[in-house]
């Protein structure tokens, strides 16, 4: 449980250095598009497009490093994706100049988008597409903030890997990509021209990462010849030898299936920027078989083991998530990419899937202290108390992670889905909390969904206060509604008429990524593109989901509360008196504003009257969006997650009857609004656990402790026991952060003293000192438990 | 149905016995500990706590309260505890929370159905319930029904107590306690009386005849600075406790100064003098000394 001084070379290396924007993918790009992308189908162009850039990116490897590759040309280097959106001059100049989360720009690199790239890609890229095909209505709601759009920067995302390159090398999948274009009836299936055209993408692709591979193994050669250290040049001759083998063949052992992960890693974050990156899933289980075989033969020590893993860390940790344009990176300000890795869990056949592994990967999160990547502890109800136990240290330890699902609940969630039992326990989650089955799914999400503004539009009429456009339908006059039931059915129209907004756009933007940017590569290693010769844009996945994740819950229910608790039952308010003092923002109306914040039952406590209203917000947006369908032969699922844009949908929505001051943030996740739970945690997770989450695909639950709380075994023991209560209630995930406020409050006094001070935000953990002030203001309101 | 005056029920307690358990506070102490964390819990009655803070001089309490006792001075709020009978109409108007009134009266089943909802919770956690206070002892009636109460519903049962009652009322509920957390804070008498107003030979008493009972108890001992944390104390303590065959352990209190902003808004005055809290050092020293008598000797 240390880091050896290699580790810590690299380690203070990769924190050292300022991440960069790199232009080298967009220029092989253009240069490949302007002179040589020659007349064939749109697969086979990005394959070509794939293998250009696997063929002449740079080669990186650095002093000290075991495990090669970099997705630009040197750690931290971040490159751009013109095809998706296209950054202008002044995006660049906003990401070298931002104070939280830059990317310096070079002179150079500013030149190179100004004269080359802009020139080529501007106006043609995804976003340009999708902006122009959405209709009025989606541009006034998008503009308005009642949702957002992931696919206007980033491709679809959430592709987890399974098991398979840990028994086949590209080769193999050539082998299989090869039986498949024989098999084709090109005479009596219509799609047989389609299919052919896909495969053989795939078969470029992979040929293209085998070339990638080797041209690591020159290098590593070519810098063994020049070596002057003997045990350096010996590790060069080794890495040679690794990236000989793989990705070409299966890995022989530990070290060989850690490099394959990672060119496989790269290759899918160079073909397209997919959100989360790429996510190696159930790590501790694939890597297993190999552990157990080197330790048994004697190739291989723990402490050799671990050191592997950590050289992996630290590119996980050499990635910074692509450089946003416009107004997302108000949305997200991280440098986090969201690789999440699952450990324990079950395994497919339903037993516990914890592994001495799973042991080490936590100790490897305790001693790296890095915000990537994000690991989470699957805890079933065969997990062995002391996997969960040595978890629950780590959380101590007041990074935040790893952050703990349900895995029992996590298999109902995806049988419920359709998923086969098997598929449904190979699964697990990616992201922040997202449900998916491994290496077969394509699990899309494609925006959040502002619950609250959709309940101040129904108040409004239809009409955006903040703007005075007519956005939503005219529901009527909110002083007319009898009963509460009128309001809510208002709200529910009104809800169900953004959702289809929002579907009509998505039902666009699927067909533009499966006609115009197909995904080849990712295609290969997602069951059963192969088999069916389609692509993972255009349904070839075994299972296809989108969703739209609902924001807002608790402020949306402590809303919707206050309203029906005064002005329905108790009818000591009228609607007449409340709008306008929201409308005001309370000014001169403090007493009321009081009476809302104090004197009314919210979301968190355990109140019975709140809490039903929370399960009707659900069922609400549950009926909006489950079961529908998408074009890519999928389905619409729910999930309740907000990684940051709590924040940014607050900030375009006025003050809220809960008593909420305008602009301030939302309630995140499933969590209480901030600072409302004042019944302790039980009271919490019960609130919580009354929603069905069996019937979303992943919701998200942060608490925050006091260190004070954990630490001694029996602080620890009763912390773990709240958790398994938690899960026994069917609760998806929870997450917590182990610091105090005046932690807190120091760290934004003095940034430098608490550099690195992570906390955890949403489904991930961030550098607090990285994250702006009202993201900071908004951990330190979150209510602090304490033992009582 | 007999009714209880409790001043807060918390969930989620985790100091006050195993697992996760919910705090039923009871009011009212035959008492008066210099240095009571828990100066809400003292008197029977209600009580009016204020919170100045808080209030936005919105001046809804000088209108409510019938007897005069609020008035404004310039621009403040001002309350006279003398003219105050707590009766709590001016804080049913405060929406701001800056007047609270401590002491609620509850039936059995009022309470049942809060210790009720954390069943889930006490199950996964071998948890329960704890009756503190105050001196839940005060209530006699109305703790034997809720304890029988709870043992009816299959609810581990913790009664925090200073032990200081007559002998026929501990043994009305002694049956349905499965663990005591027995306070004793000095086994010198004259200082015990000094420093919280009655004598120590009672508690001692009930102590011994619980424990040669076989009852279940754990003791829990506050070190208060300069009153009981001295060598002598802590032996005199170390040798009755190890006389006492039932015992579970010991729980070692260090003092702490929360409870001193409490007195400010109940307007009550501090006897405790200001003192420096022990450190841990301290603290583990006194825990070696006591686990020289064969105890078992925890500190939280």
């Not at chain 1, 697969?43 to 497009?49: D, E, I, T, W």
């Not at chain 1, 590759?69 to 971040?78: F, I, T, V």
């Not at chain 1, 080490?360 to 108390?385: F, G, H, W």
């Not at chain 1, 997602?526 to 989901?545: F, K, L, V």
Request: glycine share 8%.
């Amino acid at each position: 449980m240390s880091i050896s001084e290699r580790v810590a070379r690299l380690q203070e290396r990769s924190r050292a250095t300022t991440p960069t924007l790199s232009t080298e993918r967009a220029e092989l790009l253009t240069e490949f598009c302007k002179r040589d992308a020659p007349p064939v189908s749109p697969p086979v162009q990005r394959a070509l497009a794939f293998q250009f850039l696997m063929e002449r990116k740079s080669i990186y490897i650095g002093d000290d490093e075991l495990i090669v590759g970099e997705k630009g040309p040197q750690p931290k280097a971040a490159p751009t994706y013109p095809e998706l959106c296209c950054h202008t001059l002044e995006d660049l100049n906003v990401l070298d100049s931002r104070e939280k989360i830059a990317f310096a720009v070079s002179e150079e690199a500013r030149k190179v988008y100004e004269q080359t790239v802009i020139p080529f890609w501007g106006g043609r890229s995804m976003r340009d597409r999708i902006f122009r095909e959405m209709t009025d209505e989606w541009k006034a709601a998008y503009e308005a903030g009642v949702f957002t759009e992931f696919m206007e920067q980033r491709s679809p995302g959430h592709t987890v890997l399974d098991d398979k390159i840990y028994h086949k090398g590209m080769l193999g999948f050539i082998g299989e990509i090869e039986g498949r274009l024989n098999e084709l009836d090109t005479l009596n299936d219509p799609e047989a021209y389609d299919k052919q055209e896909e495969l053989k993408a795939m078969r470029i692709c992979a040929r293209a990462l085998i070339r990638y591979a080797e041209r690591h193994a020159e290098k590593a050669r070519e810098l063994a010849a020049q070596e002057m250290d003997a045990e350096r040049r010996q590790e060069l001759k080794r890495i040679a030898e690794v990236c000989t083998q793989v990705p070409a063949h299966a890995p022989r052992d530990f070290w060989e299936a850690l490099q394959y992960y990672w060119f496989v890693h790269l290759g899918v974050t160079t073909e397209l920027n997919p959100w989360d990156a790429f996510c190696p899933g159930h790590l501790d289980q694939h890597l297993y078989p190999f552990y157990e075989r080197g330790v048994a033969d004697g190739s291989l020590t723990r402490e050799e083991a671990e050191e592997l893993l950590q050289c992996l860390w630290i590119k996980f940790d050499n990635q910074p998530a692509p450089p946003k344009v416009g107004v997302t990176a108000q949305e997200s300000s991280t440098y986090t990419d969201f690789v999440q890795i699952n450990l324990g869990g079950l395994k497919e056949d339903g037993s516990d899937g914890v592994n001495k592994l799973s042991y080490l990967m936590l100790d490897v999160i305790r001693t790296m202290r890095q915000v990537q990547p994000n690991p989470s502890a699957q805890i079933s109800k065969k997990t062995p108390e002391r996997f969960l136990k040595h978890a629950a240290q780590v959380i101590r330890e007041g990074m935040g992670k790893p952050d703990l699902f349900n895995c029992d609940l996590i298999v109902q969630e995806l049988v419920r889905q359709g998923k086969s039992l098997r598929d449904a326990r190979a699964g697990g989650t990616s992201g922040c909390v997202e449900t998916g089955a491994f290496g077969k799914e394509s699990y899309i999400l494609t925006g959040y969904f502002n619950m609250p503004k959709v309940l101040e539009v129904t108040l409004n009429n239809g009409l955006d206060p903040r703007t005075g456009r007519q956005i939503g339908l005219a529901t009527g006059n909110p002083a007319d509604f009898e009963t509460f039931e009128a309001l809510f059915s208002a709200y529910r129209r009104q809800l169900q008429h953004f959702i289809d907004i929002k579907i009509r756009g998505n039902n666009v933007i699927e067909r533009l990524y499966a006609r115009y940017l197909p995904a080849p590569f990712l295609s290969l290693l997602t069951d059963d593109c192969i088999a069916s010769g389609r692509d993972y844009h255009d349904g070839g996945a075994r299972y296809n989901t989108n969703y739209i994740q609902g924001v807002g819950l608790g402020t949306m229910t402590d809303a919707l509360t206050a309203i029906k608790y005064h002005i329905f039952d108790k009818k000591t308010l009228a609607m007449e008196d409340l709008l306008p003092a929201v409308g005001r923002d309370f000014q001169g109306d403090e007493r009321l504003h009081q009476l809302l914040l104090n004197r009314t039952p919210k979301y968190g406590n355990d109140d019975d009257c709140a809490d039903a209203v929370m399960v009707d917000v659900f069922d609400a947006y549950f009926a909006a969006v489950d079961g529908r369908p998408t074009p890519r032969g999928g389905t619409y699922r729910i999930n309740m997650l907000p990684t940051t844009v709590h924040i940014y949908f607050g900030s375009v929505l006025g003050a809220t009857p809960d008593g909420r001051r305008a602009g301030s943030p939302l309630s995140e996740g499933i969590s209480p609004v901030q600072g409302a739970d004042r019944r302790g945690p039980t009271a919490v997770l019960k609130s919580a656990a009354k929603m069905d989450h069996a019937r979303t695909g992943g919701t998200l639950l942060n608490q925050k402790f006091t260190p004070r709380l954990l630490q001694d075994d029996e602080g620890l023991s009763k912390f773990i026991q709240l958790i398994r209560t938690y899960f026994k209630m069917d609760g998806h995930h929870i997450q917590f952060n182990v610091v105090d406020g005046k932690t807190l409050r120091a760290a934004q006094e003095h940034p430098d003293q608490y550099r690195d001070l992570i906390v955890r935000v949403a489904g991930y953990s961030d550098y607090f000192c990285d994250l702006g002030k009202a993201l900071q203001d908004e951990i330190i309101a979150r209510t602090e438990h304490r033992g009582f | 149905m007999t009714t209880g005056i409790i001043f807060d029920i918390k969930r989620f307690s985790i100091h006050d016995g195993p697992g996760i358990r919910t705090t039923v506070f009871l009011k009212g102490c035959p008492l008066g500990c210099w240095w009571c964390h828990n100066p809400e819990g003292q008197a029977p009655q209600r009580e009016l706590i204020l919170r100045p803070n808080r209030c936005i001089a919105c001046g809804a309490c000088v209108e409510a309260c019938d007897r005069g006792a609020i008035t404004v001075e310039q621009g403040t709020i001002r309350t006279n505890r003398e003219q105050c009978a707590a009766c709590g109409a001016c804080v049913e108007v405060c929406y701001a929370e800056a007047r609270e009134l401590v002491g609620r009266e509850m039936t059995v089943t009022d309470v049942m159905a809060e210790i009720g909802r954390d069943v889930t919770f006490y199950d996964e956690s071998g948890g329960g319930v704890t009756f503190s206070g105050g001196e839940p002892l005060a209530q006699p009636a109305f703790l034997h029904d809720v304890l029988q109460a709870c043992k009816g519903r299959g609810v581990h049962t913790a009664l925090d107590t200073c032990g200081y009652a007559a002998w026929e009322v501990l043994d009305r509920v002694r049956g349905y306690v499965d663990l005591f957390l027995y306070d004793l804070k000095l086994i010198d008498d004259a200082r015990h009386r000094e420093t919280t107003g009655a004598s120590n030979r009672r508690i001692r008493r009930n102590l011994l005849r619980l424990s040669r009972e076989g009852h279940r108890i754990l003791l829990r001992v506050p070190l208060i600075p300069g009153i009981n944390d001295d060598e002598e104390s802590i032996r005199a303590l170390g040798t009755f406790a190890a006389n006492l065959p039932s015992l579970e352990g010991v729980d070692l209190l260090p003092y702490h100064s929360i409870g001193r902003d409490k007195y400010r808004r109940l307007g009550k005055d501090t006897v405790m003098p200001k003192v420096d809290l022990p450190t841990d050092e301290q603290v583990t020293q006194i825990a070696r000394l006591l686990g020289k008598f064969g105890l078992e000797v925890r500190t939280a």
